[in-house]
Nanobody
Framework: QVQLVQSGGGLVQPGGSLRLSCAAS??????????MGWYRQAPGKQRELVAT???????NYADFAQGRFVMSRDNAKNTMYLQINSLKPEDTAVYYC??????????WGQGTQVTVSS
């Protein structure tokens, strides 16, 4: 079945950077109708959208993510990425990737913890 395996989280100091990865199997992230995204869930809060990307690579970001977060993908590696720069303590959360090949199917990664603390 479809799997999304995430990596790249960890503990980082404020102002630092991280790149999260989400490797897909049994599904091609380069598919014509696919959309994908990154979400995050901070302790005690609801999961919120960080960024989305269409099959044509049009990317949209949440307001808080503008300018510091960059979503990208490598079709050859079947992997998508989230680069986070100038990390702030309020970026501390579990980050999730997802892929939606059609309106009825959504797949999620297992989540990766990002902790921003000095």
């Amino acid at each position: 079945q479809v799997q999304l395996v995430q990596s790249g989280g960890g503990l980082v100091q404020p102002g630092g950077s991280l790149r999260l990865s989400c490797a897909a199997s049994k599904i091609s992230i380069g598919g014509y109708t696919i959309s994908m995204g990154w979400y995050r869930q901070a302790p005690g809060k609801q999961r919120e959208l960080v960024a989305t990307m269409t099959s044509g690579s049009t990317t949209n970001y949440a307001d808080f993510a503008q300018g510091r977060f960059v979503m990208s993908r490598d079709n050859a590696k079947n992997t998508m990425y989230l680069q986070i720069n100038s990390l702030k303590p309020e970026d501390t959360a579990v980050y999730y990737c997802n892929v939606q090949p059609n309106p009825l199917s959504v797949y999620w990664g297992q989540g990766t913890q990002v902790t921003v603390s000095s």
